[in-house]
């Protein structure tokens, strides 16, 4: 079945530690994003990307690097730079075809520092 | 900018009850308007997904309507199951921001509970 996959379900950081989240996906969507979603403020866009090796920062990209090297494949780094980064992360991607379609979205990652 | 609403922000109905949840959006120029539901702790399912041009969806026991002009959505669901409790959220895909980039801007959601 095609869909989204991230990777790990949970995650934990140390202050001043980078870490990496994974996210994959099946679908040939070309355009990929990252979100943040925090109790009481909806989600917030972070990084999208929509062609592979071009990326674009979202409304809240500080503190956080993208990659896009493979179509199927949008990491997102959470560097130390940011200064309160537990949260819980969803991935998602479309098609750009046309203006027709939906999102799919990943399972999630949440993110603790400890 | 586009600014969507979703009321109530939480709603606890008894089992078996239709209920309807409110989205609703600023800025008319829309391509199309999505729902989904997420259970605590878990990602976005999608549940609806209507375009710009269409009035209304259905799937199942979920119908939902979209009023472009008025910027309205609702999601009606039927005879409601306790399986139906999780947030609900809604989302409409916007016009071009920045990069020819299509912008999506969600609502906080509504949680709902239904109790058996």
């Known amino acids: 079945d095609g869909g989204i996959t991230q990777s790990p379900k949970y995650l934990f950081r140390k202050e001043g530690q980078n870490v990496t989240l994974s996210c994959e996906q099946n679908l040939n969507h070309d355009a990929m994003y990252w979100y943040r979603q925090d109790p009481g403020q909806g989600l917030r866009l972070i990084y999208y990307s929509q062609i592979v090796n071009d990326f674009q920062k979202g409304d809240i990209a500080e503190g956080y690097s993208v990659s896009r090297e493979k179509k199927e494949s949008f990491p997102l780094t959470v560097t130390s730079a940011q200064k309160n980064p537990t949260a819980f992360y969803l991935c998602?991607?479309?098609?750009?075809?046309?203006?027709?379609?939906?999102?799919?979205f990943g399972s999630g990652t949440r993110l603790t520092v400890v | 900018k586009q600014e969507v609403t979703q009321i109530p922000a939480a709603l606890s109905v008894p089992e078996g009850e239709n209920l309807v949840l409110n989205c609703s959006f600023t800025d008319s120029a829309i391509y199309n308007l999505q729902w989904f539901r997420q259970d605590p702790g878990k990602g976005l399912t999608s549940l609806l997904l209507?375009?710009?041009?269409?009035r209304e969806q259905t799937s199942g026991r979920l119908n939902a309507s979209l009023d472009k002009s008025s910027g309205r959505s609702t999601l009606y669901i039927a005879a409601s199951q306790p399986g139906d409790s999780a947030t609900y959220l809604c989302?409409?895909?916007?016009?071009?921001?920045?990069?020819?980039?299509?912008?999506?801007?969600f609502g906080k959601g509504t949680l709902l509970t239904v109790n058996p």
């Open positions: 998602a991607s479309t098609s750009t075809s046309t203006a027709n379609y939906g999102y799919t």
């Open positions: 989302a409409v895909k916007g016009g071009y921001s920045g990069g020819s980039n299509y912008k999506l801007t």
């Open positions: 209507i375009q710009s041009s269409q």
